[in-house]
């Protein structure tokens, strides 16, 4: 029903609306005659100059009755005519009679007929969800009859009780039978009628359905609508409260610091691939992406993969999977940018893709191959920056940094040349870290074992000038990492950051000052990779080539981990390469050699109300450790000049310091200090 038929059924209901009004107020009109009495209503119809008379006497007395006290004038008892009354003593018509008091004040006295006043009772409005939830047209007039409580057909189902008394015949008495309105009945009118008018689906051939589901608005309703129904399937709800889930109950029974959850793999895609890279979303926690390398086994299959896996899902298969035609070397998530999702390749490229774009599982940007860019593996990319300034960081082992656009990947905004401050040499980087809430100042790890601290802004234009050395491993860094966990307000540790090397070792270091903190060495393989806590202050993982995932707390032990646990795969022992915690610091996942990747759950305590005095404790192993380095130089000097050799001082030297340093540490733990 269009608005033109709507609005001329609203004006014909008004019309029977005004009709009905009429003919009660006609009903009322002779109602109210039928009760005056007969001969006043005789009287009322014959002729306006008889006006009959009473007599002063008579006058009195009526006055009398009523309170009045009347004396009138004896001279004029006979000055007027004695009407005719009936017995009831009501005059025929209109009375009038002039009255001369005792004071000589004439007042003229008239009997009129009575004035009945009916007041309309006050309708009691009942408010349902649709009367202030209509559409616009209510607003431009248009009487919508869904809005309103149309109930009188439905009296009869409610309690009688409720209903006020009207001791007249009610206007909506009279229209009942007119209207037949229920609640949500109109609407349920205008739904049917609307069904009806609509044209009824052709059948489609198999050809044309073939059509259908190759287009664009239909796949994207079949991913997403696939996509909620997986989840929804995937999810396990407890509904009743009694109920306690298994695997919860084992950690709140058990003492585990590090148990293993669950693994993710792509079968067709991700198996007999190195992971390379893996990194968590900061807008959705839940995703995190694993970069993978080529598969020698499937030389045909695309030669990079990137799949972005779901913790909440319980599925292993991934949610999106990307292709790129070169080797993927880094991967990042877009932070300011939820849906694009980044990668740096071997030969030098940025890929990006765009988990909205249905069915393209291949790059929608990608750098172009250029001199003023990277040439080189690109091994670690960045977003820094704020919500409304910010860029893309990456760096290569050319000894360039680069600053790029995100929407934009035509060319870098930035580029600079990483250089020593003698300007002799480029450094080959290959890790890369900033620290919490910095955008300027950041660490990088070389292929020569070095660590440098460099500014991006430097003195020069195309040049970012290393501000600092950390002189301590012997082989290359292949991973740095700042400490992620927030400060407590009297202690600030953003500025610590670890770096694992193919040198078996962990080193802690601190940017305001150059010397070692502390040498792990308990690794016997090379160490890929190292992580901080983002919820605990004293805790990171490690692992290292032989598939050994481990587990430090500096507040218990500084000297060996807290658990220690062997990556398998099929039973044999799997080469760890990269590992990341989850943003609430639930979750460790790792990944191998051969495409299998795993996440371990830690225990509550490690990421749930962490208790207070942690931050106390690492401050005070922090202090520990400072003196004992310092005593610890003192005891290298004396060795040195016992062993009068300055040649070999270098390495027996360090060696020395190292173990005392923990000698010194576990002696004052040893004793509480």
Avoid at 73 to 88: H, I, R
Avoid at 224 to 238: H, I, N, P, T, V
Wanted: include cysteine; hydrophobic fraction near 30%; aromatic fraction near 8%.
């Amino acid at each position: 029903m269009n608005n033109e038929e709507r609005r001329l059924e609203l004006e014909r209901k008004k019309q029977k609306l005004a009709e009905m009004r009429e003919s009660k107020r006609r009903l009322d009109e002779e109602r109210r005659r039928s009760m005056l009495p007969q001969n006043l209503q005789q009287n009322g119809n014959g002729s306006a100059g008889e006006r009959p008379t009473l007599s002063s006497l008579e006058l009195a007395e009526i006055l009398a009755d009523v309170g009045i006290p009347g004396e009138p004038d004896s001279s004029n008892k006979n000055a007027t005519t004695e009407p005719k009354l009936q017995e009831n003593g009501v005059p025929q018509s209109h009375l009038s009679q002039t009255v001369t008091s005792s004071m000589s004040r004439v007042v003229n006295l008239e009997l009129t007929e009575p004035k009945s006043i009916i007041v309309p009772q006050k309708d009691t409005t009942i408010y349902c969800k649709t009367t202030q939830t209509d559409d616009e047209r209510v607003s431009a007039g248009e009487f919508l009859m869904g809005s309103q409580e149309f109930a009188w057909e439905g009296e009869e189902d409610m309690d009688h009780s409720r209903k006020p008394y009207i001791d007249d015949m009610s206007l909506t008495d009279e229209i009942e039978p007119g209207f037949k309105f229920k609640r949500g009945t109109s609407h349920e009118a205008e739904k049917k009628e609307v069904e009806e008018e609509k044209p009824k689906l052709p059948d489609y051939s198999e050809q044309e359905k073939q059509q259908v589901m190759k287009t664009i608005g239909f796949l994207e309703f079949f991913d997403q609508g696939s996509r909620m129904l997986e989840r929804a399937l995937s999810e396990k709800r407890d509904f009743d409260q009694n109920l306690v889930n298994d695997h919860s109950m084992h950690y709140q029974t058990k003492e585990e610091k590090l148990e293993f959850s669950r693994s993710f793999q792509d079968t067709k895609w991700t198996n007999g691939r190195e992971v390379l890279a893996i990194t968590f979303s900061e807008r959705n926690p839940e995703l995190f992406a694993v970069g993978y390398g080529v598969n020698a086994d499937k030389p045909g299959d695309p030669t990079g993969v990137v799949a972005v896996f779901n913790t909440k899902f319980k599925k292993e298969s991934s949610d999106y999977l990307f292709h790129t035609p070169t080797r993927i070397t880094s991967v990042a998530f877009a932070h300011f940018h939820a849906n694009f999702i980044l990668a740096g390749c071997y030969t030098g490229q940025i890929c990006m893709w765009d988990n909205r774009v249905v069915n393209k599982r291949t790059p929608i940007n990608r750098s172009q191959l250029s001199p003023n860019a990277h040439t080189q593996p690109i091994f670690a990319l960045q977003v820094v920056g704020s919500h409304n300034a910010h860029n893309l960081v990456s760096i290569s082992s050319d000894g360039k940094m680069c600053s790029w656009n995100v929407d934009n990947l035509a060319q870098p905004v930035e580029i600079k040349d990483l250089l020593l401050k003698n300007g002799s040499k480029t450094i080959s980087v290959v890790s890369m870290s900033f620290p919490q809430n910095e955008f300027n100042t950041f660490v990088v790890g070389a292929e020569d074992g070095q660590i440098y601290l460099v500014s991006r802004h430097g003195t020069t234009t195309n040049q970012a000038i290393e501000q600092q050395v950390f002189e301590g491993h012997s082989a290359p860094i292949s991973s740095v990492a700042f400490h992620r966990t927030p400060g407590n307000g009297q202690y600030d540790f953003s500025h610590l950051f670890l770096s694992a090397s193919c040198d078996w070792s962990i080193k802690l270091w601190s940017i305001k000052d150059p010397l070692l903190r502390y040498s792990f060495e308990t690794h016997s393989e090379y160490v890929y990779d190292a992580q901080w806590s983002p919820t605990h202050p004293a805790v990171f993982a490690t692992v290292d080539a032989d598939g050994t995932l481990c587990l430090w707390n500096l507040n218990e032990d500084i000297e060996e981990p807290i658990t220690r646990l062997s990556l398998e795969n099929e039973g044999n022992a799997s080469q760890g390469r990269k590992l990341a915690f989850s943003p609430n610091g639930q979750y460790i996942v790792t990944g191998d050699g051969v495409g299998n990747v795993h996440m371990f759950e830690l225990h509550e305590s490690f990421y749930n109300n962490v208790k207070s005095d942690e931050w106390n404790k690492l401050a005070n192993v922090l202090a520990d450790m400072k003196a004992s380095r310092e005593e610890a130089e003192e005891l290298n000097e004396a060795m040195k000049l016992e062993n009068g050799s300055q040649a070999s001082s270098g390495s027996v030297g360090r060696s020395s310091l190292d173990r005392g340093i923990a000698f010194k540490l576990s002696g004052k733990r040893a004793v509480g200090g």
